[in-house]
């Protein structure tokens, strides 16, 4: 017997589910007869308007405050780390990057440096002025280490504790934060992601989410589901003890579907808007996706292998009714000096695609010129 459970079932597993594949058991209450947290979501783009120039809003100010007062305790999260999340020139507008990955440098204000979140790749100590123009770099963005200095001061008695990548490299420090605030020995407890997967803290009695809607506009089909799940983990840390629990999320698109149905807890509300939006895209469990990931340190051989890939695949498809997508980047085109392509195909038959898949590789296997590239097929790529 395979049991799964969860909170925030996949799209797919629900799916399956409600297609027969399986048998679905749903437990309709907390585990002891809790009642959900209470949810507030504040639009941060009435925030602006308002003249509050600072990430945490006053809403969720004001309920970190009672909370204090309360002696409870309030856990935040914010799913980037740092202090600053990029540098922007203020004259051509260009944003400084990492010189072997395709993504932004990160300002770290504790090593007082900028670093990749992919390669490691350091800036010590960050740049003041542009490399492309010579213009002035400014710092923008919020991460963890910032939310702590702005908690520090908006609440100088307060005792805080951050938990990131940054603050759990040590031995065991994972183990000591979650420990010592569990033991009560801290007043907030700000992090990354890794705060709100599955701990159980009696005295927490509010959640605050900053920048909800962070993870909605990626180039993945998924980020509405992941979005939702986050969100909906998140909440569910408030009120796990004998008192009522509440949560504030703090969004640019309070109208979101995922943003909504966490904050109502409603799994099936958000079911029906995402199966919707896959059905109407194609997109599994809808249909199926095969995703040909192909990646070289050579761009002009990884451009060219490309094109005669998709080119293959299109005449090995013959007796199948699918379609060809790209080739594309898949988010971040490079990474650690390696350039990445991705060429999709959907198609309602799942077999069709292992036909294709077995078709590719044998056309990859005689032609020489796929040696220095790397490809891997992923089907419905999760």
């Known amino acids: 017997l395979l049991l799964l459970a969860s909170a925030t079932p996949s799209t797919e597993s629900f799916y399956a589910a409600q297609n027969g594949r399986t048998q679905l058991v749903r437990l309709t209450q907390r585990y002891g007869g809790n009642p959900l947290p209470s949810v507030q979501i504040v639009d941060m783009r009435a925030e602006l308007a308002s003249g509050n120039p600072r990430e945490i809003s006053l809403a969720m100010e004001d309920a970190i405050r009672r909370n204090l007062d309360a002696g409870k305790q309030t856990i935040l999260l914010l799913n980037r780390?740092?202090?600053?999340?990029?540098?922007?020139?203020?004259?051509?507008?260009?944003?400084?990057?990492?010189?072997?990955?395709?993504?932004?440098?990160?300002?770290?204000?504790?090593?007082?440096?900028?670093?990749?979140?992919?390669?490691g790749t350091q800036l010590d100590p960050p740049p003041k002025?542009?490399?492309?123009?010579?213009?002035?770099?400014?710092?923008?963005?919020?991460?963890?280490?910032?939310?702590?200095e702005e908690l520090a001061q908006l609440f100088p008695e307060a005792r805080v504790l951050r938990?990131?990548?940054?603050?759990?490299?040590?031995?065991?420090?994972?183990?000591?934060?979650?420990?010592?605030?569990a033991n009560e020995e801290a007043d907030v407890l700000v992090g990354t992601q890794m705060i709100v997967k599955g701990h159980d803290f009696p005295n927490v009695t509010l959640v605050g989410i900053l920048a909800a809607d962070m993870s909605l506009y990626t180039d993945d089909y998924r980020s509405g589901e992941r979005t939702f799940q986050l969100l909906t983990q998140a909440v569910g840390r408030a009120g796990r003890g004998d008192?009522?629990?509440?949560?504030?999320?703090?969004?640019?698109?309070?109208?979101?579907?995922?943003i909504a149905t966490s904050a109502a807890q409603d799994y099936e509300a958000f079911y029906e808007e995402e199966i919707r939006y896959r059905t109407m895209m194609g997109y599994p469990p809808a249909e199926n996706l095969l995703a040909v990931f192909i990646s070289s340190a050579d761009e002009a051989l990884l451009e060219t292998g490309c094109r005669y890939l998709k080119e293959y695949m299109i005449k090995a498809k013959k007796d199948i009714e699918a379609s060809v997508i790209g080739p594309a980047s898949p988010g971040i085109e490079k990474i650690n000096d390696v350039y990445r392509k991705v060429i999709y195909v959907k198609t309602a038959d799942y077999h069709d695609l292992v036909v294709l898949k077995d078709r590719t590789e044998k056309y990859i296997e005689i032609n020489s010129g796929f040696d220095k590239m790397r490809i891997q097929f992923d089907f419905n790529p999760m």
């Open 81 to 119: 780390r740092g202090y600053q999340t990029m540098a922007q020139c203020d004259d051509c507008r260009e944003v400084l990057k990492c010189p072997k990955c395709s993504v932004p440098m990160v300002y770290h204000k504790a090593g007082h440096k900028l670093l990749c979140h992919y390669c």
């Open 129 to 148: 002025t542009c490399p492309a123009c010579g213009g002035k770099l400014l710092y923008r963005g919020f991460g963890t280490q910032k939310a702590e």
């Open 163 to 181: 938990m990131d990548m940054d603050t759990t490299r040590q031995k065991d420090s994972h183990e000591k934060i979650l420990s010592a605030f």
């Open 243 to 258: 008192k009522k629990g509440e949560a504030v999320i703090q969004t640019y698109s309070p109208d979101h579907y995922a």
